[in-house]
């Protein structure tokens, strides 16, 4: 049985086949045609954050495909105490087809995973972001054509996107650079044990995005104060002044470049309005993508379910 609690959980050739599955969903969508992939099955949601894109993408995803959502806020599922979360997980697992978690634990996800008995995919923990980067290397791919040798520079805190967007590159062989205040690189324990997976992957950080955007193929940010981190704002705002994607950066970028953003986006603080509406902007193709991503997801692990 197959999960999705990190990009760590996958091969490279099974991230392609993922994308593809929802390349190909999407054209039938486009289409005008849709199969019941998924009927009669059911997909339970289960969150502690507030979500928009993650949600709605899931469950529109397995609507499509002719299945059924449930949606449990965290509390309502007993996350924080109320049952012992194997029990949950099992429980949870007993009753669907595919469980999503969008939790600030990495662990908590992992002990659903390890106990529930069908597939779990984490739609995001304070760790990692995997459905949020293959979406990103889906969206390159559509736009560019291509992403083999192509170098992606995340400009902001070396977060659960920045992260998993960094295991994307390593699987499809894209470069991947981080510009960010110092004490908001990538960890060392995480280079470790991302360069131990993927030994070929070119990696660079800067605390100056000018040094490399010379050269990015992709220029991508986030918001510099996450959920759960509202206390630090004000100090994170200060640390990143100097890291803003506006149109000197963007336009400092070859040509060709496109600009990305997983969204919610702080118009004038971690991007300029001017940047968003540009013609390199594909931050709505990106959103959109979302829930293609959500679907080919979907059907990839529950086809994966019994193996």
Known sequence: MKHLTSLFDVTSSEVLEILKTAADLKAETLAGTRQPLCAGKVLTQVFEKPSLR????????????GGTSIFLHGKEAGLQGREELVDIARVLGGYSDLI?????????????????????VNALSDDYHPCQALTDVMTILEHAGSIE????????????????LALACGHVGAKFSLAAPEGYLLGDEFIQRLQSQFPDLKLDQTTDPFAVVNRADVIYTDVWASMGQEEEKDKRSAAFADFQV??????????????????????GL???????????????????NRMHLAKGLIVWLLEHASK
């Open 54 to 65: 993650t949600r709605v993408s899931f469950e529109a995803g397995i609507s499509q495909l």
């Open 100 to 120: 999503v978690l969008r939790t600030f634990s990495q662990e908590l996800i992992e002990t659903v995973a390890k106990n529930a008995g069908c597939p779990v």
């Open 149 to 164: 040798g192509k170098e992606i520079l995340f400009v902001g805190d070396g977060n659960n996107v920045a992260k998993s």
């Open 246 to 267: 506006n149109l000197e950066l963007l336009d400092a970028a070859p040509g060709q470049a496109l600009f990305m953003h997983c969204l919610p986006a702080r118009r």
């Open 270 to 288: 971690e991007v300029t309005e001017e940047v968003m509406n540009d013609r390199r902007s594909i931050v709505f193709e990106q959103a959109e």
